[in-house]
């Protein structure tokens, strides 16, 4: 390879490198600033495990107590539901 094609090789490889970096701290800092809400999330809305089932999407019922959705830190006992205030643990809801 010569010296030109390696120095653009080089080149094109630090510009991604660094354009991948720039993209993943914004990323990084977004979920530092999220916390996991309990039983907020609408039916299909979860995102991620709980009791009844393993993953993001899953759950059945609107505000599962025992099913999260990611929201801004310090916002989750504020929010009220129908069902009642979202938790930061898994809460037992009435059937």
């Known amino acids: 390879m010569s010296n030109t094609k390696t120095l653009t090789a080089f080149a094109v490889a630090g510009a991604m490198a660094a354009a991948l970096s720039m993209t ?32 993001k999407g899953m759950s059945t019922v609107d505000y599962d107590g025992e099913s999260f959705k990611m929201v801004a830190k310090g916002t989750c006992t504020s929010m009220q539901t129908p069902e009642g205030p979202g938790s930061m643990e898994p809460v037992k809801r009435p059937a």
């Open 24 to 55: 993943a701290a914004p990323n990084q800092a977004a979920a530092q600033d999220m916390e996991k809400c309990y039983g907020v999330s609408m039916k299909g809305q979860n995102d991620c495990k709980a009791g009844a089932h393993d993953c």
